[in-house]
């Protein structure tokens, strides 16, 4: 008996010290990572933008971390069907109080030495819903994986979002600067042939206006591009000290050949997370309702106990017998209709999973013909804005040489002017609706 009770405890031993090794490597893996200082330049593109994100954003990080928690979560309830081992020592002291005790009419003492008592205490219990337990455990880990994947896939979304709106803040930037130069020649040249008198103030005056519209502009665009930085910069968790290089344009992003390869992409429903986490529920249910039936079941434990007692001085009775052996089988038998119950509830909760995932595979398919018609309409309007964006350009320069030699009026000018910022701002929104519909179905079909 001794020999199984080393044995065991050998067993539990090496298994707890094996789990908190695992746990802690986690732990020390997660905290080493978060420590990593920021550099202070980061050149990156779309997909390496993504994948600094990914690796650096603390809620991924939690959700990582849940992960490892589900784990041992799932070992907790393995080691309660695993045997366990206590060990205790207990020291009397009766104070040299004696026992009297009467026998053929004469009283004998029994004197009532000190003690000691070691005791080592080896048990192990099973049943049907401990089982069940480690199962419901394996499901979590599965939902919790999902639930870092998809968090994976949003973050991801995100930094799509926020690299291309910096992309085209800048873009757009660019073009008003060209376009400022532009009319500041022109504004310069009108004074010249104003201060000669070959032209009105009125028109440098006019000419003005739209100098500081340009500049007015210029400066919105400006503080959007930092908004727009800054929050690229939360979403990469650096420091916003930390300077961002782009090394993709707006081209390289937003190419016909991706759009047109997501929309020839089959929808598979098995693939999304969404229907994939509401899978794993059904079967969640599914592992309740059996562990509501197994409380009909029975519980069996074994237990062995070693006592080793050592008297301090003469006399005592030894009544503990050194090692014991038990064996328990706990069969339920009345609670009221308590377990009738609790399994039908947990029965109504496994229809209700089943008609939610049923629910959602209907809507699924139809969520993905509704995202398929949002990139189609969006890349259309697209396309369509940055060849307007082109048109409005050329005609703003056409107009500024017509009007450096007297070909066109200031409100030609000023119509054109307005024509091209007009342009610009709807092809920046043009161009985000895109990203956007590109991102959504791109995390829809968790690519």
Known sequence: MRKLFYLLSALVISASVMAEDHVMAATRGASQSGENAAPKLLSLSL????????????????ASLAVQEAYA?????????????????????????????????????????????????????????????????????????????????ELRSS???????????????????????????????????VNVGTAEQTAADQIHVRVNTLKNSINVQKRNIELATNSLKVLLDVPVETELVLTESIDQVLSPERVLNLLSQNFAVENNLNYQLLSKQVELAKRNVHMAS????????????????????EGGMRMTPPNVVQVSVKMPLWSSGKRAAGVVEKKIA????????SETTDNLSIQYRQLCFNLTNAYETYMNEKENIEVTQRVFHSTTEKFKWGAASNLELTN????????????????????????ELEEFLNN
């Open 159 to 193: 930094i799509t979002s926020s690299y291309v709106s910096v992309l085209a803040l800048r873009s757009i930037s660019n073009l008003l600067d060209s376009s400022l130069n532009n009319i500041e020649n022109l504004e310069r040249m009108t004074q010249d042939a």
């Open 294 to 313: 197994w409380a009909y079941g029975p519980t069996v434990a074994f237990a062995y106990n070693y006592t080793n007692q050592r008297y301090y001085g």
């Open 47 to 62: 997909k390496e933008a993504q994948d600094y994100a990914v690796s650096s954003n603390r809620t991924l990080k939690n």
């Open 73 to 153: 979560q799932r070992w907790q309830t393995i080691a309660s069907m695993l045997p366990s081992a206590d060990a205790s020592y207990a020291y009397s002291n009766y104070l040299g109080y004696s026992a009297t005790m009467s026998m053929m009419g004469q009283d004998i003492n029994i004197s009532m030495p000190n003690v000691g008592a070691f005791t080592v205490t080896a048990a192990v219990g099973i049943n049907g819903q401990a089982i069940v337990g480690a199962l419901l455990n394996n499901v979590a880990i599965e939902m919790k994986k999902i639930a870092l994947e998809k968090s994976e896939s």
């Open 416 to 439: 054109a002017s307005n024509d091209l910022i007009n342009a610009q701002s709807t092809y920046v929104q043009a161009m985000l609706s895109l990203v956007n519909a590109q991102a």
């Open 350 to 357: 496994l229809e209700e999973a089943k008609n939610t995932l």
